[in-house]
Protein backbone atom coordinates (compact mmCIF):
# COMPACT_ATOMS: atom_id res chain seq x y z
CA UNK A 1 0.00 0.00 0.00
CA UNK A 2 1.17 3.39 -1.09
CA UNK A 3 1.61 6.23 1.56
CA UNK A 4 0.49 8.57 -1.05
CA UNK A 5 -3.08 8.64 0.58
CA UNK A 6 -4.05 9.10 3.80
CA UNK A 7 -5.68 5.92 5.47
CA UNK A 8 -9.21 5.68 7.27
CA UNK A 9 -7.69 5.45 10.99
CA UNK A 10 -5.89 8.74 10.04
CA UNK A 11 -8.71 10.25 8.50
CA UNK A 12 -11.27 9.32 11.59
CA UNK A 13 -8.63 10.50 13.87
CA UNK A 14 -8.59 14.00 12.06
CA UNK A 15 -12.13 14.68 12.05
CA UNK A 16 -12.20 14.16 15.83
CA UNK A 17 -9.81 16.73 16.37
CA UNK A 18 -10.72 19.29 18.06
CA UNK A 19 -8.76 22.31 16.09
CA UNK A 20 -9.85 25.17 18.77
CA UNK A 21 -8.75 22.66 21.64
CA UNK A 22 -6.14 20.48 20.40
CA UNK A 23 -8.12 17.68 22.06
CA UNK A 24 -10.05 14.89 20.33
CA UNK A 25 -13.64 14.49 20.76
CA UNK A 26 -15.25 10.92 21.81
CA UNK A 27 -11.73 9.80 23.49
CA UNK A 28 -13.01 6.66 24.40
CA UNK A 29 -15.42 5.31 21.75
CA UNK A 30 -12.63 6.19 19.01
CA UNK A 31 -10.07 4.32 20.46
CA UNK A 32 -12.71 1.45 19.43
CA UNK A 33 -13.76 3.55 15.99
CA UNK A 34 -9.72 3.56 15.42
CA UNK A 35 -9.15 -0.37 15.52
CA UNK A 36 -12.41 -0.59 13.44
CA UNK A 37 -11.03 1.92 11.07
CA UNK A 38 -7.99 -0.50 10.51
CA UNK A 39 -10.17 -3.47 9.48
CA UNK A 40 -11.84 -1.51 7.20
CA UNK A 41 -8.99 -0.48 5.53
CA UNK A 42 -7.34 -3.65 5.30
CA UNK A 43 -10.29 -4.37 3.49
CA UNK A 44 -9.91 -2.15 1.55
CA UNK A 45 -6.40 -3.19 0.89
CA UNK A 46 -7.68 -6.81 0.02
CA UNK A 47 -6.31 -8.55 2.87
CA UNK A 48 -8.85 -8.93 4.65
CA UNK A 49 -13.15 -9.73 4.00
CA UNK A 50 -16.24 -10.16 5.75
CA UNK A 51 -17.28 -13.36 6.63
CA UNK A 52 -20.87 -13.24 8.02
CA UNK A 53 -20.16 -11.38 11.30
CA UNK A 54 -16.81 -12.27 11.42
CA UNK A 55 -13.41 -10.91 10.03
CA UNK A 56 -11.22 -13.38 7.61
CA UNK A 57 -7.51 -13.09 6.52
CA UNK A 58 -7.76 -13.85 2.69
CA UNK A 59 -4.08 -12.02 1.47
CA UNK A 60 -1.54 -11.93 4.27
CA UNK A 61 0.84 -10.45 2.40
CA UNK A 62 2.01 -7.26 4.15
CA UNK A 63 0.80 -3.66 3.42
CA UNK A 64 3.85 -1.55 3.87
CA UNK A 65 1.97 0.59 6.87
CA UNK A 66 3.53 -1.00 10.08
CA UNK A 67 0.34 -0.42 12.12
CA UNK A 68 -1.73 -1.78 9.68
CA UNK A 69 0.49 -4.86 9.29
CA UNK A 70 0.33 -5.09 13.22
CA UNK A 71 -3.33 -5.87 13.50
CA UNK A 72 -2.59 -8.17 9.74
CA UNK A 73 -0.24 -9.98 11.26
CA UNK A 74 -2.22 -10.68 14.81
CA UNK A 75 -5.37 -11.51 12.73
CA UNK A 76 -3.32 -14.35 10.80
CA UNK A 77 -2.05 -15.57 13.76
CA UNK A 78 -5.68 -16.33 15.22
CA UNK A 79 -5.89 -18.95 12.29
CA UNK A 80 -9.20 -18.88 11.86
CA UNK A 81 -11.62 -15.85 11.37
CA UNK A 82 -12.54 -14.05 14.27
CA UNK A 83 -16.07 -12.31 15.43
CA UNK A 84 -15.72 -8.34 13.95
CA UNK A 85 -16.75 -7.45 17.51
CA UNK A 86 -14.36 -9.28 19.54
CA UNK A 87 -12.02 -8.06 17.40
CA UNK A 88 -12.88 -4.55 18.67
CA UNK A 89 -13.52 -4.88 21.93
CA UNK A 90 -9.87 -6.50 22.54
CA UNK A 91 -7.52 -4.49 24.27
CA UNK A 92 -5.76 -1.81 21.76
CA UNK A 93 -3.50 0.05 24.58
CA UNK A 94 -1.32 3.18 22.81
CA UNK A 95 -3.60 2.60 19.66
CA UNK A 96 -4.76 6.23 19.18
CA UNK A 97 -1.30 7.97 20.43
CA UNK A 98 0.45 5.27 18.02
CA UNK A 99 -1.63 7.26 14.79
CA UNK A 100 -1.39 11.07 16.81
CA UNK A 101 2.33 10.86 16.86
CA UNK A 102 2.73 8.99 13.00
CA UNK A 103 0.22 12.42 12.27
CA UNK A 104 3.04 14.40 14.06
CA UNK A 105 6.07 12.71 12.08
CA UNK A 106 4.31 13.52 8.92
CA UNK A 107 3.51 17.03 9.70
CA UNK A 108 0.28 17.34 10.23
CA UNK A 109 -0.47 17.94 13.52
CA UNK A 110 1.81 19.25 16.33
CA UNK A 111 2.43 18.41 19.87
CA UNK A 112 1.58 21.06 22.65
CA UNK A 113 2.67 20.77 26.04
CA UNK A 114 0.96 21.49 29.34
CA UNK A 115 -0.50 20.95 32.19
CA UNK A 116 -4.31 19.44 33.63
CA UNK A 117 -5.03 21.08 37.23
CA UNK A 118 -1.78 22.87 36.92
CA UNK A 119 -0.39 19.54 37.98
CA UNK A 120 -0.68 16.65 35.36
CA UNK A 121 1.27 16.72 32.50
CA UNK A 122 -0.40 16.57 28.74
CA UNK A 123 -0.28 17.28 25.77
CA UNK A 124 -2.74 18.64 23.49
CA UNK A 125 -2.25 18.32 18.95
CA UNK A 126 -2.93 21.04 16.71
CA UNK A 127 -3.49 20.50 13.44
CA UNK A 128 -0.57 21.88 11.17
CA UNK A 129 -2.78 22.51 8.13
CA UNK A 130 -6.89 22.62 8.81
CA UNK A 131 -6.78 22.59 4.96
CA UNK A 132 -6.32 18.84 4.79
CA UNK A 133 -9.51 18.15 7.72
CA UNK A 134 -11.71 20.31 5.51
CA UNK A 135 -10.91 18.41 2.61
CA UNK A 136 -11.76 15.02 4.85
CA UNK A 137 -15.07 17.15 5.73
CA UNK A 138 -16.26 18.20 2.26
CA UNK A 139 -16.23 14.25 1.37
CA UNK A 140 -18.66 13.77 4.29
CA UNK A 141 -20.88 16.82 3.72
CA UNK A 142 -20.89 16.36 -0.40
CA UNK A 143 -21.97 12.92 0.47
CA UNK A 144 -25.01 14.34 2.94
CA UNK A 145 -25.86 16.91 0.51
CA UNK A 146 -26.46 15.39 -2.66
CA UNK A 147 -27.68 11.90 -1.68
CA UNK A 148 -25.30 10.25 -4.61
CA UNK A 149 -23.96 7.09 -2.99
CA UNK A 150 -20.49 7.73 -2.15
CA UNK A 151 -17.60 5.76 -2.29
CA UNK A 152 -16.72 2.65 -0.30
CA UNK A 153 -13.90 4.72 1.57
CA UNK A 154 -15.81 7.97 2.17
CA UNK A 155 -18.87 5.35 3.03
CA UNK A 156 -17.39 3.77 5.97
CA UNK A 157 -15.84 6.83 7.19
CA UNK A 158 -19.71 7.81 7.67
CA UNK A 159 -20.01 4.58 9.45
CA UNK A 160 -17.08 4.83 11.34
CA UNK A 161 -17.97 8.47 12.45
CA UNK A 162 -21.16 7.72 13.22
CA UNK A 163 -20.40 4.68 15.19
CA UNK A 164 -18.05 6.54 17.79
CA UNK A 165 -20.60 9.55 17.95
CA UNK A 166 -19.18 12.08 16.04
CA UNK A 167 -22.01 13.00 14.34
CA UNK A 168 -22.61 16.00 17.22
CA UNK A 169 -19.30 17.12 17.04
CA UNK A 170 -19.34 17.65 13.05
CA UNK A 171 -23.12 18.66 12.86
CA UNK A 172 -24.07 20.51 16.28
CA UNK A 173 -26.95 21.51 17.69
CA UNK A 174 -30.88 20.81 16.13
CA UNK A 175 -29.57 22.38 12.40
CA UNK A 176 -27.67 19.69 12.54
CA UNK A 177 -30.10 17.28 13.35
CA UNK A 178 -30.89 15.92 9.80
CA UNK A 179 -27.19 15.95 8.40
CA UNK A 180 -26.47 13.79 11.68
CA UNK A 181 -29.59 11.49 10.27
CA UNK A 182 -27.92 11.40 6.70
CA UNK A 183 -24.95 10.68 8.28
CA UNK A 184 -26.04 7.38 9.97
CA UNK A 185 -27.65 6.37 6.81
CA UNK A 186 -25.01 6.57 4.98
CA UNK A 187 -23.64 3.27 6.70
CA UNK A 188 -25.77 1.06 4.10
CA UNK A 189 -23.71 1.92 0.79
CA UNK A 190 -20.55 -0.11 2.09
CA UNK A 191 -20.76 -3.48 3.88
CA UNK A 192 -17.61 -4.10 5.46
CA UNK A 193 -17.58 -0.84 6.85
CA UNK A 194 -21.31 -1.18 8.01
CA UNK A 195 -20.52 -4.21 9.76
CA UNK A 196 -17.27 -2.92 11.64
CA UNK A 197 -19.57 0.13 12.87
CA UNK A 198 -22.17 -2.00 14.53
CA UNK A 199 -19.26 -3.99 15.83
CA UNK A 200 -18.55 -0.95 17.60
CA UNK A 201 -21.63 0.06 18.76
CA UNK A 202 -22.33 -3.50 19.71
CA UNK A 203 -18.67 -3.10 22.01
CA UNK A 204 -19.96 0.23 23.63
CA UNK A 205 -23.30 -1.10 24.23
CA UNK A 206 -22.03 -4.80 25.76
CA UNK A 207 -23.50 -6.84 23.47
CA UNK A 208 -20.20 -8.72 22.03
CA UNK A 209 -19.42 -9.35 25.93
CA UNK A 210 -23.05 -11.34 26.59
CA UNK A 211 -23.47 -14.88 26.20
CA UNK A 212 -26.11 -16.21 23.92
CA UNK A 213 -29.01 -17.38 25.61
CA UNK A 214 -31.73 -19.58 25.29
CA UNK A 215 -35.05 -18.72 23.67
CA UNK A 216 -37.15 -16.97 26.61
CA UNK A 217 -40.05 -18.79 27.34
CA UNK A 218 -43.11 -17.89 25.53
CA UNK A 219 -44.66 -15.96 28.18
CA UNK A 220 -41.21 -13.82 28.99
CA UNK A 221 -40.44 -12.91 25.25
CA UNK A 222 -42.11 -9.58 24.77
CA UNK A 223 -40.71 -8.44 28.32
CA UNK A 224 -37.10 -9.53 27.20
CA UNK A 225 -37.33 -8.15 23.79
CA UNK A 226 -37.92 -4.78 25.03
CA UNK A 227 -34.75 -5.34 27.22
CA UNK A 228 -32.65 -6.24 24.21
CA UNK A 229 -33.63 -3.85 21.58
CA UNK A 230 -31.02 -3.13 19.18
CA UNK A 231 -29.00 -0.27 19.90
CA UNK A 232 -30.74 3.00 18.98
CA UNK A 233 -30.50 4.70 15.38
CA UNK A 234 -28.74 2.00 13.97
CA UNK A 235 -29.27 1.02 10.15
CA UNK A 236 -29.17 -2.86 9.97
CA UNK A 237 -26.47 -4.10 7.37
CA UNK A 238 -26.52 -7.76 6.15
CA UNK A 239 -22.72 -8.60 5.15
CA UNK A 240 -21.96 -10.68 2.36
CA UNK A 241 -20.91 -14.37 3.86
CA UNK A 242 -17.89 -15.49 1.86
CA UNK A 243 -17.44 -11.79 0.52
CA UNK A 244 -15.25 -11.73 1.36
CA UNK A 245 2.62 8.28 29.64
CA UNK A 246 0.66 11.07 29.74
CA UNK A 247 -2.73 12.03 29.24
CA UNK A 248 -3.06 12.61 25.55
CA UNK A 249 -5.41 14.82 24.04
CA UNK A 250 -8.73 13.77 25.53
Same mark, same amino acid.
Given at each position: MGRSRRTLPEELLLLALDPATGTTAQPQS????LAGAQLVELALAGRIA??????????????????????????RRRGAPVRAVHWIGGPRLG????YLSHLERCGMVH???GQMCGVLPTTRYQATDNAISREIRARLDSAIRTGVPP???? !??? @??? $?? /? %????KHLYPGNEGRSSRSRLRDLIRHDP?????????????NGVGAQPRRSPAPAG?????? !??? @??? $?? /? %??????????ARAVAH
Open positions: LDLGPDGDRIAVVVPRPTGDPTLDCALELLLRQTAVADPRT !AAL @AAL $AH /A %VGLGMGGLVAHAVMDVQRQAAAG !ART @AEP $AR /A %VPVQPHRGTM
